[in-house]
T-cell receptor, first 111, second 116 residues
Framework: GEDVEQSLFLSVREGDSSVINCTYT??????LYWYKQEPGAGLQLLTY?????DMKQDQRLTVLLNKKDKHLSLRIADTQTGDSAIYFC???????????FGQGTTLQVKP | GAVVSQHPSRVICKSGTSVKIECRSL??????MFWYRQFPKQSLMLMAT?????????EQGVEKDKFLINHASLTLSTLTVTSAHPEDSSFYIC????????????FGPGTRLTVL
């Protein structure tokens, strides 16, 4: 079945770049997403990429997609303490509208 | 991004009572709404998919008689936890989808349910 894998924890210093990685299994996914969750809150859509794109940049966020390896990454430039949160990667299951989520990566930003 | 609200944000109830959680899509008509459950430090578990005007589709292992879902309009879906027990205590999150014909889901802020 479909599966999405992420590393569980990443620690960086303020001002550095953060790279969060994700692998997925469903090659028919149309869209791939990155969501951010702060403690006690819902999920905030950060960005998404269409499956026929290789890269998408939006201000400090850069998404890279390697469809051959089914690998997705999120790069946060100039990471700030306010970026500390859990980041979820998700793939859409074609034809269902459903999303499959990874386990979430906890990003810790040290001052 | 789109705005989805949930109400209440937090609820504490006694064992055996029923609790209703509302999910509203405030700025677009959501053809599909989803209900998730999240345990501490874990990912989201999809409970059911709700389409306006039709019965919800439940994921395997989710009791449809325990978790009643109603999607009466394109902007409102409700989840009722019936005869709640302490093991139903969790963070429940809804999402709304179908905007612009994409699979993108917009999430509500979540509801923390504690059953005593």
């Amino acid at each position: 079945g479909e599966d999405v894998e992420q590393s569980l924890f990443l620690s960086v210093r303020e001002g550095d770049s953060s790279v969060i990685n994700c692998t997925y299994t469903d090659s028919s996914s149309t869209y791939l997403y990155w969501y951010k969750q702060e403690p006690g809150a819902g999920l905030q859509l950060l960005t998404y990429i269409f499956s026929n794109m290789d890269m998408k940049q939006d201000q400090r966020l850069t998404v890279l997609l390697n469809k051959k390896d089914k690998h997705l990454s999120l790069r946060i430039a100039d990471t700030q303490t306010g970026d500390s949160a859990i980041y979820f990667c998700a793939e859409s299951i074609a034809g269902t509208g459903k999303l499959i989520f990874g386990q979430g990566t906890t990003l810790q930003v040290k001052p | 991004g789109a705005v989805v609200s949930q109400h209440p944000s937090r609820v504490i109830c006694k064992s055996g009572t029923s609790v209703k959680i509302e999910c509203r899509s405030l700025d677009f008509q959501a053809t599909t709404m989803f209900w998730y459950r999240q345990f501490p430090k874990q990912s989201l578990m999809l409970m059911a998919t709700s389409n306006e005007g039709s019965k919800a589709t439940y994921e395997q292992g989710v009791e449809k008689d325990k978790f009643l879902i109603n999607h009466a309009s394109l902007t409102l879906s409700t989840l009722t936890v019936t005869s709640a027990h302490p093991e139903d205590s969790s963070f429940y999150i809804c999402s709304a989808g179908g905007r612009g014909g994409t699979d993108t889901q917009y999430f509500g802020p979540g509801t923390r349910l504690t059953v005593l």
